[in-house]
């Protein structure tokens, strides 16, 4: 007997929006946040709270474990329920990552329509999550699920790391090698499936990316002495660096022409498939970026293409960066140099 999967409805028809596991527009939230007086700051054990905009929170046990919290969720952006259950809690894993640590322990959070969609898919988008996560070694104990219209579907993730090496977003410094450690283009692809119009390779190589585990990155990172980096998600490759660089109170320049992005990303850039997110991405960073004319149109929104579940961007000293690199690559991930942390304004980036 086929499994429920195989007569699913279309999920990403269910999702408004769902090119891409868009963030709310963070102009908006900043404001928010400002104007709340209960937005914790780090201070005593807490290394890192909401005031720092960081990828987790990190709270200190003792001098060499603290423990790292995170949670992310979002609306279908591919057709299969397991595949979407898989990219879901590789996303939500990723900022355990993108801290220096583990991921040890998980909750699923969904939310499901309670008529109209069959409760057996929700059984298939939480095998695909489990799945992910016994591959990080992370155990998942239970959840919580509302009725909701529009499925849902994430973690909320514990990990541990050590307090001493810690990766953040505010320690990269002038002279810093950027690297990318997966390429860019899932939140055109997924915006193009939305459409009808993504091939099953182009489709199945963004799947592959987006369930792929930031692990050996981040321990790659962390064994060379990286301590500024985050994940790339819905702000884009621009807008997190821009965070990063705005927290370091430095800019950077990037090399526009070996960012990787993903088979086919480009030529359906260019045919328009560009999600409400990537547009709101480069409105955002309008007074930030100085782009080379001679980039590429379709690169230039790749550069800002709203992310699902995307790579780590590591902040990379210089003595370092070759050997990181080629260990990156020695774990089979297409990861590349794509600029440099330079002096100037604080969150300024040129890309050549």
Same mark, same amino acid.
């Given at each position: 007997?086929?499994?429920p999967a195989?007569?699913?409805? /279309?999920l990403?028809?269910?999702?408004?929006?769902?090119?891409?596991?868009?963030?709310?527009?963070?102009?908006?939230?900043?404001r928010?946040?400002?104007?709340?007086?209960?937005?914790?700051?780090?201070s005593g054990d807490?290394?890192?709270?909401?005031?720092?905009?960081?990828?987790?929170?990190?709270l200190r046990?003792?001098?060499g474990h603290?423990l790292?919290l995170t949670t992310?969720?979002?609306?279908?952006?591919v057709d299969d329920p /397991?595949d979407?259950g /898989?990219?879901?809690a590789a996303?939500a894993?990723?900022?355990?990552y993108?801290?220096?640590?583990?991921?040890l322990?998980?909750v699923?959070?969904a939310?499901?329509p309670g008529?109209?969609?069959?409760v057996?898919?929700?059984?298939?988008?939480?095998?695909?999550?489990?799945?992910?996560?016994a591959?990080a070694g992370c155990l998942?104990a239970?959840?919580?699920?509302i009725?909701?219209?529009v499925?849902?579907?994430?973690?909320?993730?514990?990990?541990?790391a050590?307090?001493?090496h810690?990766?953040?977003?505010?320690?990269a410094?002038?002279?810093d090698?950027?690297?990318l450690?997966?390429?860019?283009?899932?939140?055109?692809?997924?915006?193009?499936l939305?459409r009808?119009?993504?091939?099953g390779?182009t489709l199945?190589a963004?799947?592959?990316s987006?369930t792929?585990?930031?692990?050996?990155a981040?321990?790659?990172?962390?064994?060379a002495g990286?301590?500024?980096?985050t994940?790339?998600?819905?702000?884009?490759l621009?807008?997190h660096l821009?965070?990063?660089?705005t927290?370091?109170?430095a800019?950077?320049?990037?090399y526009?022409?070996?960012v990787?992005?993903?088979?086919?990303a480009?030529m359906?850039?260019?045919d328009?498939?560009?999600s409400?997110?990537?547009?709101a991405?480069?409105?955002?960073?309008?007074?930030?970026?100085?782009m080379?004319p001679?980039?590429?149109?379709?690169?230039?929104?790749?550069?800002h293409?709203?992310?699902?579940?995307?790579g780590?961007?590591?902040?990379a000293?210089t003595a370092?960066?070759?050997?990181?690199?080629h260990?990156?690559?020695g774990?089979?991930?297409?990861?590349?140099?794509?600029?440099?942390?330079?002096?100037?304004?604080?969150g300024?980036?040129?890309?050549h």
């Amino acid at each position: 007997m086929a499994s429920p999967a195989a007569h699913a409805p /279309r999920l990403t028809a269910l999702s408004p929006g769902a090119g891409c596991a868009c963030k709310l527009p963070l102009a908006k939230l900043e404001r928010l946040f400002a104007s709340m007086d209960t937005i914790q700051p780090a201070s005593g054990d807490l290394l890192v709270g909401a005031a720092e905009g960081d990828d987790a929170a990190v709270l200190r046990q003792d001098e060499g474990h603290a423990l790292v919290l995170t949670t992310d969720f979002f609306t279908p952006i591919v057709d299969d329920p /397991r595949d979407w259950g /898989r990219i879901s809690a590789a996303n939500a894993l990723s900022d355990v990552y993108a801290m220096g640590g583990r991921p040890l322990i998980a909750v699923n959070i969904a939310a499901w329509p309670g008529d109209g969609l069959p409760v057996e898919i929700l059984g298939e988008v939480l095998s695909g999550g489990a799945e992910v996560a016994a591959a990080a070694g992370c155990l998942v104990a239970g959840g919580h699920t509302i009725d909701d219209p529009v499925p849902k579907y994430g973690m909320a993730v514990v990990g541990m790391a050590d307090p001493r090496h810690l990766m953040t977003i505010d320690r990269a410094v002038p002279g810093d090698v950027l690297i990318l450690t997966k390429p860019i283009g899932t939140g055109i692809v997924a915006t193009a499936l939305k459409r009808g119009a993504a091939g099953g390779a182009t489709l199945r190589a963004a799947v592959d990316s987006m369930t792929l585990l930031n692990a050996d990155a981040g321990q790659a990172a962390l064994a060379a002495g990286v301590r500024a980096a985050t994940d790339v998600t819905g702000f884009g490759l621009l807008g997190h660096l821009h965070r990063m660089l705005t927290a370091s109170e430095a800019a950077a320049t990037v090399y526009g022409d070996q960012v990787p992005i993903l088979p086919d990303a480009a030529m359906l850039a260019r045919d328009g498939f560009i999600s409400g997110g990537t547009r709101a991405n480069v409105e955002r960073l309008r007074e930030a970026v100085v782009m080379d004319p001679a980039i590429a149109p379709e690169t230039a929104l790749l550069l800002h293409d709203a992310q699902t579940s995307g790579g780590l961007l590591l902040a990379a000293p210089t003595a370092t960066a070759d050997a990181l690199l080629h260990n990156l690559l020695g774990h089979g991930l297409s990861a590349a140099v794509i600029g440099e942390v330079t002096q100037g304004g604080s969150g300024r980036i040129t890309v050549h």
